[in-house]
């Protein structure tokens, strides 16, 4: 089955500077890899997610990257601002006939410090 | 448009005893899926139900169960409940529940502590 390795476990960034996670996963047939957020006590909220056949995508602060050659997807926030800090999460589907299973990493704990 | 509901939000059970956590999804989301969450492990995937029936299944053991209505609603159940349960169990729908893209969105949880 898919396996998605998250890094690092924890990041801490200064408010305005970038933040960077990094996931790689393992099935090459995987096609679609979303990001989520979850602060303290709340569910994770998809941020934002990227298909196989696209390379980069970007929403105002924050990208997302994908490998498909080396299998490898990364989150880029940029101008971190204090209410960033949560829990990043990456996941991977493997799409086999409609089936919706995620995998995901492990999370990142992000700390943005003013 | 309302979002993904969970019921109960909280739950305090004792080890042998079993559990239903329901979960009702996005209007027009026929796609439920279900996730056990724990500091340790993560975000684990536990199953997925699409037009009553089971689609997707993680590697759980046979305690874990759940079923899909008519309606979409879904419910999962754990029976002889050991303290390793204790986590967050998530819920996620999905629309169409076909296709290349199906952005899950997640449901606020039910924490189950087992005692």
């Given at each position: 089955g898919e396996n998605v390795e998250q890094h690092p476990s924890t990041l801490s960034v200064q408010e305005g500077d970038s933040a960077v996670i990094k996931c790689t996963y393992s099935?090459?047939?995987?096609n679609y890899f979303p990001w989520y957020k979850q602060e303290l006590g709340k569910r994770p909220q998809l941020i934002i997610d990227i298909r196989s056949n696209v390379g980069e995508k970007k929403d105002q602060r924050i990208a997302v990257t994908l490998n498909k050659t080396a299998k490898h997807f990364s989150l880029h926030i940029t101008e971190?601002?204090?209410?960033?800090?949560a829990v990043y999460f990456c996941a991977a589907r493997l799409f086999t006939g409609g089936g919706n299973k995620l995998t995901f990493g492990t999370g990142t704990q992000l700390k943005v410090e003013l | 448009k309302a979002g993904v509901t969970q019921t109960p939000r909280y739950l305090i059970k004792t080890r042998g005893q079993q559990v239903t956590l329901s979960c009702s999804p996005i209007s027009g989301h026929r796609s439920v899926s279900w996730y056990q969450q724990t500091p340790g492990q993560g975000l684990q995937f536990l199953f997925e139900y699409f037009s009553e029936t089971q689609r997707n299944k993680g590697?759980?053991?046979?305690r874990f169960s759940g079923r899909q209505f008519s309606n979409s609603r879904s419910e999962m159940n754990v029976s002889t409940?050991?303290?390793?349960?204790s986590a967050l169990y998530l819920c996620a729908s999905s629309f169409p529940?076909?296709?290349?893209r199906t952005e899950a969105f997640f449901g606020q949880g039910t924490r189950l502590t087992v005692v």
């Open positions: 099935d090459s047939a995987s971190t601002q204090p209410e960033d800090s | 590697n759980f053991p046979g409940l050991e303290l390793g349960d529940g076909t296709g290349e």
